[in-house]
């Protein structure tokens, strides 16, 4: 397997635009995840998922954010509309079960101007 | 929410030593995490541990939930363990500490 694949590794944006960010989890794992890093708030679980499901979504910020999982090898985290302070890298996981260690993407960057 | 407390913020370590880190938390959690990021961002979740102790290789890690605290042990330090340490609780929501900045140099 390839690992965790985050799709793109870096993007640019306008204010005010849509942003989506992708994540193909590994194959066979049942929990996907999605953090947050800045440098003013450090790491943050913004999401996770358990068989497509979500499961705990108390770390998103606010309406502007949504995430989906439509089958078990994809998932989507959406900001609309983008603001400046959602600069930050965007990193997706997943692991087989809650209680083992999860497999991290190389991560998303971020920058809207 | 809970508080989690990392030390020391940093480090430095001449390659072969041995170290502990530790992570202080404020209230009872439902588990307890260790995460590594190299210094090119990468991260590794190393250790899923709400108690006992884990280890894996040079790495090993306790948890004593009753007395709200988990520390990891690096032996034998290579400078591919430099990097950040974080630790993350989950209570009832999830929470990461501020982080060790470790540095091995040959």
């Known amino acids: 397997d390839a690992g965790v694949i985050q799709s793109p590794r870096h993007e640019v944006t306008e204010m005010g635009q849509e942003v989506t960010l992708r994540c193909k989890p590994i194959s066979g794992h049942d929990y996907l995840f999605w953090y947050r890093q800045t440098m003013m708030r450090g790491l943050e679980l913004l999401i996770y998922?358990?068989?497509?499901?979500?499961?705990?979504d108390s770390g998103m910020p606010e309406d502007r954010f949504s995430a989906k999982m439509p089958n078990a090898s994809f998932s989507t985290l959406k900001i609309q509309p983008s603001e400046p302070r959602d600069s930050a890298v965007y990193f997706c996981?997943?692991?087989?079960?809650?209680?083992?260690?999860?497999?991290f993407g190389q991560g998303t960057r971020l920058t809207v101007v | 929410g809970i508080q989690v407390e990392q030390s020391p913020p940093d480090l430095i370590l001449q390659e072969g030593a041995n170290s502990t880190l530790r992570c202080n938390f404020s209230?009872?959690?439902?588990?307890l995490q260790w995460f590594h990021q190299n210094p090119w961002g990468q991260l590794i979740n190393l250790f899923y541990?709400?108690?006992g102790t884990k280890q894996n290789g040079r790495l090993s890690a306790t948890t004593v939930a009753t007395e709200r605290y988990s520390l990891l042990y690096i032996s034998s330090s290579q400078t591919t363990d430099s990097g950040v340490y974080f630790c993350?609780?989950?209570?009832?929501?999830?929470?990461f500490g501020t982080g060790t900045s470790l540095t091995v140099i040959p």
């Open positions: 996981a997943s692991s087989l079960y809650l209680t083992t260690e999860a497999f």
């Open positions: 998922f358990n068989n497509n499901v979500p499961i705990d």
């Open positions: 209230d009872s959690v439902n588990n």
């Open positions: 993350a609780v989950d209570g009832n929501q999830f929470y």
């Open positions: 541990i709400p108690s």
